[in-house]
């Protein structure tokens, strides 16, 4: 089979291998469409500090399964499936609490261990997931970064009810904006520099959007939930000073969830958020329940992806989609390879 290994910065090298065995608890997937996120960025450029050169990319993904081992059960070959990237030890306290998410030595399929840049992938069972009958592979291959933004709507209070705020309208701002309204949240207002993210938004179903390069925070809140303020943020862009906006515009005793990645460490105003009792919660991945539940919001368009997707490449161009990524960084949301 061919497989596609980032060797070096901006180098991607193609080779042939033989197809993967399979163990008894594992299915071979034929692969038929792959995500590029953010961390594939980060590591394309030689800017990821959790992953090194050589690294088959791949954790977000659709196919078919083509075999499975004897101790599989409830799969048949043609499903369509996606994966679970989230190998963990089952031991460490963070499993045993049930959140693997952050075990202990928790490898991601794609950025530690091999991904499924690849014709075929073979998986362990429980990682894998069965799509709906009426879901494209595009669609399913977008399920692992929806998953994100429906782990982080969970993290803090629940958002049934309230007014949200979401900070960063790129790929996972602009899931966790749809993810708090399936879950129930009373409005949602996502803010970003980009007014075409912002239309992307709009498209999405999401009720009030607002470039902070031209009205404040504050502006934005009081024009979108009048009076009754803001009662949770997701902070999904990375950068301290967001982070700062929601401390400045959240009310006292309130959560402000942190769900974008940081590449350098910011200045926060900590004096406030011990004097106001803010909380700061990470979010990280998800665990099966949100991954499920995600599949599902996605199958009754609670969760609609399909707009996100800005260009699809064939695998012989991997490099090239990177290339589209940088020279297009504000319209290109999610980009997907094609098998």
Not at 171 to 193: C, F, P, R, Y
Not at 287 to 304: G, S
Not at 309 to 333: G, M, R, W
């Amino acid at each position: 089979m061919k497989q596609a290994i980032l060797t070096a910065p901006e180098t991607i090298e193609f080779s042939e291998i033989s197809n993967p065995d399979i163990m008894p608890h594992q299915i071979l997937i034929k692969v038929k469409n792959i995500g590029i996120c953010g961390s594939d960025i980060h590591a394309y450029y030689g800017k990821h500090p959790f992953m090194s050169f050589p690294i088959r990319l791949g954790h977000e993904m659709a196919g078919e399964v083509m075999e499975f081992g004897s101790q599989v059960t409830g799969y048949e070959v043609g499903d369509l499936v996606t994966i679970m990237p989230q190998e963990f030890c089952h031991e460490c306290e963070p499993c045993q609490q049930g959140r693997y998410n952050i075990c202990n030595t928790l490898d991601v399929i794609g950025c530690q261990t091999p991904g499924a840049a690849c014709e075929y992938f073979s998986v362990d069972a429980a990682l894998v997931k069965k799509i709906p009958l009426g879901m494209s592979a595009e669609m399913a291959a977008t399920i692992e970064p929806a998953a994100v933004g429906v782990h982080a709507v969970r993290q803090g209070t629940s958002v049934k009810g309230k007014n949200v705020v979401v900070m960063g309208a790129g790929t996972i701002g602009n899931v966790t904006a749809q993810a708090a309204m399936a879950e129930g949240a009373k409005s949602v207002l996502i803010t970003d520099l980009s007014e075409y993210r912002l239309e992307l938004a709009k498209k999405c179903g999401i009720p009030y959007g607002a470039n902070t390069g031209k009205k404040s925070m504050k502006e934005a809140i009081a024009d979108s939930f009048g009076s009754e303020g803001a009662d949770i943020f997701f902070e999904c862009i990375g950068i301290g000073s967001a982070v700062n906006q929601a401390i400045e515009c959240s009310k006292k005793g309130h959560d402000i969830i942190i769900v974008g990645v940081y590449g350098t460490t910011p200045e926060i105003n900590m004096a406030w958020v011990q004097d106001r009792e803010f909380r700061l919660i990470g979010s990280l991945m998800y665990v099966e329940k949100d991954f499920q539940d995600t599949i599902d919001y996605m199958a009754v368009k609670k969760i609609n992806m399909e707009p996100l997707i800005s260009k699809v490449f064939s695998f012989d161009e991997y490099a090239e989609a990177f290339h589209y990524i940088e020279e297009n960084k504000d319209t290109s949301l999610k980009v997907l390879i094609e098998m």
